[in-house]
């Protein structure tokens, strides 16, 4: 019954322009949006955790979409490497903060909205008090700690959840939290230790993905903030950009969730390093204690015309961007055709980064290979220190 | 009963690089010990050593969870589909490091 109530939203203090009635023009005609939904977008409050390839299309969406209070967490630069996908950003971005290239996008699009810039890295320590200010909060971030401390963050204050997830083509999307919702920890309770691969090489994203799950979550937010549709709550939706196939399952509340569940054993945030177990994965090629070579020192050695095999531990996919000549045996690989190694000559084993290497060496020198030496940093420090024409990826 | 299981993207390359395989089993817990005796290397990336389900994958008969299920002991009919389903972090990596 069209009444006096469903017009009361245009009679509150907040109103649009005439300009904003003429930039939200086709959302106005659509009955599903109407005034009464692009006044909700209008007074809405959405926090994006990351402004990266999730965050990209997710900015740009809600901006474009009218969202009046738009908050970015990021504390990256934008990088080369992030133009494939992050389509907030342009080349002239390169080394800037995120935040603020990505602010300035956005006010660009969209000079009518609020735009909050929370340069940090979300901790346990501020996200609770960052979250508070916002109706949604939607998940653009790249790895699992701020995963489950967004997750956590959400449940603690009781606020809908946007998820979306990427790896290679393969996207997740659900909506956790909401009204009594399942969470991320119904779904996965743990997160997968660290090093247990696939590993690096299996890495990467199509550049399209993001775009495609990004809008997803932009939709779904779209959706919470206007009350309407069929929210994405306890449905876990996957997408397959390389069969291009979309897939439902259920999710279900977990009742022994240790979050959400009834009896929930995390009551206030805790420290999402140590629960993912990533405290000092960074280094950890020193941990094994694989012996090592610089790079220089491989140089001076090879211009001197030492015998050294060199054992490229990398995909083949990976060779064919750069190589050093050496004979490739994939990580993955080394423990079925080892026989095709020698054992008497001195191996010099390199990936990209040194780490795979550092792997290979120590799974070397365990089947009795004596003369087996790390290559310090990979192909990038061999780049950096001996030879600039060898491309880094 | 033949079925086909969905091996996700980062699975993949312990499975001989197929997305889907076609094996024979009655049970869930039949069709993955059939799966991982064709390819070992999948073994421990589904298993935790104590043989059970490591908790950051969930495997689905059709569209349902078998935590809500029976488990390792749901049955399966001929034609459905098993999903393996594992976390996935983001653009960088299955743990979020690029090495």
């Known amino acids: 019954m069209a009444t006096k109530t469903d017009l009361s939203p245009a009679r509150t203090t907040v109103a649009l322009s005439n300009e904003e009635v003429l930039r939200y023009s086709r959302h106005l005609i659509m009955p599903e949006v109407g005034m009464e939904g692009q006044l909700k977008l209008k007074q809405a409050k959405v926090l994006c955790i990351g402004a990266g390839g999730l965050g990209a299309p997710l900015g740009l969406y809600l901006a474009a979409a009218g969202v009046g209070r ?159 549709g069929e929210p994405l709550v306890g449905r876990l939706l996957l997408f397959d950009a390389l069969a291009m196939r979309f897939r439902e399952l259920k999710l279900r509340k977990n009742p022994d969730c240790p979050v959400c569940g009834n009896h929930p054993t995390v009551k206030h945030l805790i420290d999402y390093e140590q629960f993912c177990g990533i405290r000092g994965e960074e280094a950890p090629a020193p941990q094994l204690g694989v012996p090592e070579i610089t790079p220089r020192d491989l140089k001076s050695r090879l211009d001197r015309g030492d015998d050294l095999f060199i054992l490229d531990v990398r995909e083949p996919h990976e060779y064919q961007i750069c190589n050093l000549n050496g004979y490739l045996i994939p990580l993955g690989d080394l423990p079925s055709r080892v026989s095709e190694l020698d054992s008497s000559r001195e191996i010099v084993a390199h990936c990209r980064s040194g780490k795979r290497s550092a792997e290979a060496t120590a799974f070397l020198q365990k089947a009795g290979f004596r003369k087996v030496l790390n290559l310090k940093g990979g192909i990038l420090a061999w780049s950096d220190e001996v030879d600039p024409a060898v491309p880094k990826y | 009963m033949s079925v ?91 743990n979020g490091n690029q090495n």
Do not use: M, W
């Not at chain 1, 320590?125 to 963050?153: M, Q, S």
């Not at chain 1, 809908?160 to 997740?172: A, D, L, T």
């Not at chain 2, 589904?46 to 809500?68: C, H, K, M, P, Q």
């Open chain 2, 4 to 94: 086909k299981v969905i091996i996700p993207t980062p699975l993949r390359a312990y499975a001989g690089k197929q997305d889907t395989v076609e094996l024979q089993a009655s049970t869930v817990g039949e069709a993955l010990t059939t799966l991982t005796a064709r390819f070992q290397d999948l073994k421990r990336h589904l298993f935790a050593d104590d043989g059970r389900l490591r908790s950051f994958v969930n495997v689905y008969v059709n569209d349902e969870d078998i935590r809500y299920l029976q488990k390792d002991a749901t049955p399966l009919k001929q034609g459905d589909t098993v999903s393996i389903v594992p976390s996935i972090a983001g653009g960088r990596g299955f």
């Open chain 1, 70 to 228: 738009l908050g970015l967490v990021d504390f990256d630069k934008v990088d080369l490497t992030n133009l494939q996908r992050q389509i907030l950003f342009s080349n002239d971005d390169v080394g800037q903060p995120k935040i603020e290239a990505a602010a300035d996008r956005l006010h660009g699009l969209n000079p009518d909205i609020q735009i909050d810039r929370h340069e940090t890295r979300l901790t346990s320590e501020n996200a609770l008090d960052i979250f508070r200010d916002y109706d949604i909060v939607v998940d653009g971030t790249d790895n699992f700690p701020t995963r489950y401390l967004v997750n956590d963050a959400c449940v603690l204050l009781g606020k809908p959840n946007v998820y979306g997830s990427i790896f290679r083509f393969e996207g997740q999307v659900s909506v956790f939290g909401y009204e009594g919702g399942p969470c991320y920890r119904c779904l996965y309770p743990e997160p997968p230790p660290p090093g247990l691969v696939p590993s690096c090489a299996e890495g990467g994203v199509l550049g399209v993905l993001p775009g495609i799950v990004g809008a997803l979550q932009a939709a779904e937010t779209i959706k919470l903030i206007l009350g309407k």
